[in-house]
């Protein structure tokens, strides 16, 4: 795989890193990267994750032949028909958006049919708690989850360019369809997250003196509640941008709870037993 | 701090450390283990966690300064009024399980008012995901956090003692009264463990496809779901022998996420972003 033009739209930590991942392996004659900030362009620039930059999205579009949306999700749905307006027929447009069904369904309407560029949706799981071109790196993407969301209205070769793109990057491809994406990456991300947040509510409100918990808190508790130390602006922005499916997994993991509490406080030893086993043996075949 | 006889009711990891580590630092002449299998008594005797066995409760008991009741919490409940009438006056007797509200009102019951043996309750939160004395160890309570649960029926003097016995062992003592040490201990210990196990089987509800969550779970989702690995009998028993507290726990936890659920569907970013701050402060101030 090796394409002319590379643009990338939005150069933080997954734009950034894209573009430093495809330079270090020569996979691009030319990465121009495109953003609103020309602080964060000469940054990337200095960093070597672009050769060009430009704050004309229509013009950085324009030349390429492949290329990456890597800015918040809200704001890739935002410039969809300008990008499928720009861009030139055959270019592949693909994004990182952590939300696939809107933006998926969001690209179908705006792309044309016939003849025009191609879009293929895109989640590589790749990027910590940090956020900015700073800690950008062209290993992110080494062995991380890359998820790719065909429909049937998606054009097969295009499929086939980004699943090797992200391999070349030294990603993992997974093939989903949009819905079910939003749905696993819910349920193994979004809720052992929110469920962290619940518990860390709740204890403050069984007993708040911090001092007193802080002396008890065993081993357990600091690995369960980890995620919840990750910037609350970038979970908050989550939230809502897959706001339907993570509600209904919330809704479903409190109903577990409540049969649960229900089960302990009437004393269903077998019906207890059966559920801690159960689960037990569903993360053992998770994380063999 | 030395006694001249310990007795310790059942050898298995607690009360098998607690010899371990006993005989380690030289605070007892003797240590009789008491127990209903002579066969793990013999083990026991064998790894240095005692120097005698018996399996009569009385004769065990009768003898001795100091008891270790470290039995399973319902069988804790069920010796106590044996202890109680066998033991010599002054002689002190503290346990090792996990519910101390159970244990101490029916040890006050059972425990003359005046004269005869002195009980307080204990709680002290080592071992970990493994049982029996073969996993045993003098520093098992290096560092752990004894809980010591007087009342104002406990006797001042014993209450000392214990914890001097504690501190002996390497263990750093907080005390609590007995119904806020189950509260605060279902807080911190309890709900993660449970809401581990409800993000499990909710996962395994919204796609049971294991294999192919496998290869999308991130980092996150395996240590918040960690303490789900532990044995499922272990943690049933937990379960029903802090019934009340847990159940209740359990649903302030799934009612703080039928909110979270709401505030996410309707798109309260700011609710969302507070909760996710707070929570996040909180595990701050409990995990300096």
Same mark, same amino acid.
């Given at each position: 795989l090796q394409v002319n033009t590379l643009a990338i739209y939005g150069v933080g930590l997954l734009g950034g890193s894209v573009g430093m991942a495809v330079r270090k392996r020569g996979l691009a004659r030319r990465v121009v990267g495109i953003g609103r900030s020309v602080e964060r362009l000469s940054r990337a620039l200095e960093m070597g994750a672009i050769d060009e930059m430009t704050t004309d999205l229509e013009e950085g579009c324009a030349g390429a032949d492949l290329v990456v949306l890597a800015s918040p999700v809200s704001n890739i749905i935002g410039v969809l028909p300008r990008v499928a307006e720009t861009c030139k027929p055959g270019a592949i447009v693909t994004d990182v958006g952590s939300t696939k069904a809107t933006i998926v369904a969001r690209a179908e309407r705006v792309f =044309? *049919? &016939?003849g025009g560029p191609l879009f293929v949706g895109s989640h590589p799981m790749a990027g910590g708690e940090q956020s900015g071109? %700073? #800690?950008? @790196? /062209? &290993? %992110? #993407?080494?062995n991380a989850s890359c998820i790719v969301t065909p429909t049937a209205a998606t054009d097969p070769g295009a499929v086939e360019q980004v699943e090797r793109f992200w391999r070349a990057l030294g990603g993992r491809v997974v093939r989903l369809d949009p819905e079910r994406h939003d749905r696993i990456v819910s349920a193994v991300s979004h809720l052992p997250h929110l469920a962290a947040v619940g518990v860390l509510l709740t204890a403050a409100e069984i007993d708040e003196d911090a001092e007193m918990l802080s002396k008890i808190v065993a081993g357990g508790f600091r690995d369960t509640t *980890?995620? /919840?130390? @990750? =910037?609350a602006g970038l979970w908050r922005d989550i939230c809502l941008e897959n706001r339907d499916v993570i509600a209904e997994g919330l809704d479903r993991l409190a109903e577990c709870l409540h049969h649960l509490a229900s089960d302990i406080r009437t004393g269903e030893a077998e019906a207890i037993f059966e559920k801690l086993r159960q689960a037990r043996e569903f993360r053992k075949r998770l994380l063999p």
């Open positions: =044309p *049919r &016939d071109v %700073l #800690f950008a @790196s /062209a &290993d %992110l #993407f080494e *980890r995620v /919840a130390a @990750s =910037p």
